[in-house]
């Protein structure tokens, strides 16, 4: 069955840079695409990008300057990168499937100075 | 980009009532294929959101047929007929027409 789990560093300072993997099992990611996710707490769902069974990618406008989402098939991993961390990027980051029909159960990073 | 502006509903909510929730995109969601890329969401506490509803009124695997999603091109209904303990949370609508995709700020179910 299909499974997603993110892996994050839990907190980073400001202005740093954060990864966060998400490691899938169930699907091929070359044919199916990974979107990423985020909750800031206590708000909504703000949708970040998605790379796609292609390898292609589109990211929020929002986000694009700051935003790299890549692969790695052999190990079916997700990557999310965001760089010039502030403090309103404090959230829990979400990897979901394509379809949006599976997600993993997030992982909460804290931005602080 | 798209908004998303969803309704509130009047909680708490009698167990056992049936109860609508809205959402209204700025633009339409109807693609030329025919199908209109409208999701929604159950997030219950502590949880990842869960997809309810695809395609505006088409119910995702597993999902109890308590839920039907019905609407426009730019206005949406999510009914629960029967709410039940298990039902609360926040629900969400979506939009999958363009990027980037947006969501409703959510719609909070309670049971009394």
């Known amino acids: 069955q299909v499974q997603m789990k993110e892996t994050g560093p839990g907190l980073v300072q400001t202005t740093q840079t954060l990864s966060v993997t998400c490691t899938v099992s169930g699907f091929s990611l070359t044919s199916y695409g990974v979107h990423w996710v985020r909750q800031a707490p206590g708000k909504g769902l703000e949708w970040m990008g998605i790379i796609w069974g292609d390898g292609s990618t589109n990211y929020n406008s929002a986000l694009k300057s700051r935003l790299s989402i890549s692969r790695d098939t052999s190990k079916s991993q997700v990557f999310l990168t965001m760089n010039s961390l502030q403090t309103d990027d404090t959230a829990v980051y979400y990897c979901?499937?394509?379809?949006?029909?599976?997600w993993g159960p997030g992982t909460m990073v804290t931005v602080s100075s | 980009d798209i908004v998303m502006t969803q309704g509130a509903l009047p909680n708490p909510v009698p167990s056992g009532e049936s109860v609508s929730i809205t959402c209204r995109s700025s633009k339409s969601l109807l693609y030329s294929d025919g199908k209109t890329y409208l999701n929604w969401y159950l997030q219950r506490p502590g949880q990842s959101p869960q997809l309810l509803i695809y395609w505006m009124s088409t119910r995702a695997s597993g999902v109890s047929d308590r839920f039907s999603g019905s609407g426009s091109g730019t206005d949406f209904t999510l009914k629960i007929s029967g709410v039940e303990a298990e039902d609360v949370g926040v629900y969400y609508c979506q939009q999958g027409l363009e990027f980037p995709f947006t969501f409703g700020s959510g719609t909070k179910l309670e049971i009394k």
């Open positions: 979901a499937e394509r379809d949006f029909d599976f």
